[in-house]
C-alpha cells in the first residue's frame, strides 16, 4: 500500500472510533433521562394529582434555587483547584474555598431538606413512603 492510503485507512479507523464514542455517549445520555423520567412517572401513579402538583412545584422551586449555588460551586471549585495548582501554594486560600464549598453545599442540602419538610408536613404516612421511595434515587440536578 502506498503512504496515502495508509494516512486514508488510518485517518478512517480513527474517525470511526470517535463517532462510535459519540453515539455511544449520546445514547447513555437518553437513556439517564429516560430512567429519571420513569422514576417520576412511578411517583405520579403513587401519588394524587393534587398531591404530585405539589411536589412538582416545591422540588422543582428548590431545585432552581440551588441552581444558582451550583454555579457558585463549580465556580468554586476552579478556583480551589487553581490555588492547588499554582507554583506557590497558598494554604490560607486554600482553606478559605475549601470552607467556602462546605458552606455551599450545605445551603444546597439545606434547601432540599426543607422541600422535602414542606412536602413531609402535607403528606400522609402511605405518600410519604412513596416520596422517601422517590428520594432514594433522585433525578441529577
Known sequence: ????????????????VLLAGVIIGNTLHHLSR????RNDRALAARLPPDK????TEVMGGARSECQQIRRQIRETRAQTLGILTAPDFDEQSFQREVAKLRELRGQVSDRMAGATLQLARQFDPEERRSLGRYLERPPRP
Not at 500500500?1 to 470511526?16: G, Y
Not at 429516560?34 to 423520567?37: L, R, T
Not at 404530585?52 to 411536589?55: A, E, I, Q, V
Open 34 to 37: 429516560w430512567s429519571a423520567f
Open 52 to 55: 404530585y402538583r405539589l411536589f
Open 1 to 16: 500500500m502506498s503512504k496515502k492510503v495508509k494516512i486514508l485507512v488510518v485517518a478512517s479507523v480513527v474517525l470511526n
